[in-house]
């Protein structure tokens, strides 16, 4: 009892301290309460993000980028979007945390420890681009519902985890398994326990890659609670929708899988290229798989002023969903005429390039840099904002920076 009263006494004195002032019914709180202005709803300090990331949605968080915050070639966590369809979970205890595999087409139904998914299969790691299938949606006109995304739904960080396929082989697939489909523990913001924010999933072919994995380390690190802590599925290059946080189910489907968000027209585009505005029937939609070419200039942030005398040396990251990029470009007259970039080779399949070049401009005055990259099968990314599609997917357009001479 006397311990009780001085823990709790000390505890009140902290509080004040940092409200700053007294709590003058504080002795009347219940026991573990957390006054409200201790609550933190600050999401800078919430998820450690860099206080230049752009909020665009508070319930649920989406917070995007700026193309500047991703100069670094493996995205740390203060640089990487956050986008919830729900509300994110709290109190995970990762010693009781299980993995099941169930689904029509799994031949022996499995429920995994953490403990036991890190102990029983071979670990590997991933640098792996994931990118909203809405990034870039702001710029459609007519306009598409949603978060309206600039450039910054987009990072490739360095994933650790054990291989999907591993998991599934070891519970069995049956011949006629066509989809994998994922189910999480984040809820519905209506509340109600029996709907899921979110339940998608991809192809066979796409969950048996080696690069397919069950993440529990983001940069070396156990993975933040905001990016899908202790366990998410990672599928590199396609939309990262597919790439399930705070997982806990894995479905091998006979069908495609038809849990939320893989119905209907989420995360659809039309399959045939429609005229802005135009309706499109549901049935008219497919599922969007690999994701297209696209890049991004990340230094100098747009509106850098710079002397005449000294050539500019631009950076960036490019990336084309399940293919290379194989080309890089830059152009500082709009477009009339492109020259190339050095592009590296990607440190593995499906992870980000990065390219750079040096630029000489003619004379002082307004420029903006342009880039453009090219995909291994030729296809490079359109000047303007491409197939206008009722949702607001895949806008791949160029990049664009200004850049002042003086
Ligand atoms: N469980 C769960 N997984 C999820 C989501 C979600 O809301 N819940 N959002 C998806 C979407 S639409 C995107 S774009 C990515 C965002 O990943 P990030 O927040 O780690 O950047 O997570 C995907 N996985
Ligand atoms: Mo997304």
Redesign the pocket.
Known sequence: MKRRTFVKNAVLGSFAAIIGTELVFGSKMPYGYTPLALQETDPFKLFNKNKEMVVLNDK?WNIEAQAHLLDDKITPNSS???????LVPENINPKKWTLTIDGESVKNKKTYTLAELKSKFQQHTYQLT?E???NGRNEFDPPAKGNQWTVG?V?CASWTGVRLRDVLEDAGIKKDAVYIG?H?I?QHLSGDPKKE??SRGCPMFKALQDETILAFKMNGEEIPL???YPLRLVVGGW?????????NRISVRNIVHDGEKMTGSSYKVPCKPVAPGEKVKDEDMCIIESMPVKSIVTYPKTGATLKKDSSLKIRGHAWAGELEVTKMEYSIDFGATWKSCTIEKPVNRLSWQHFSASINFPKAGYYEVWAKATDAKGVSQPMLTPGWNPKGYLNNACHRIAVKIV
């Not at 990487?80 to 729900?86: E, L, P, Q, T």
């Open positions: 649920p990487m979007f956050i986008r919830n369809n729900g994931i909203c299938g809405g739904a990072h994922f999480a984040d924010p979110i905001a990016h899908g939309p990262a929708s597919v790439s399930g946080k705070w997982i």
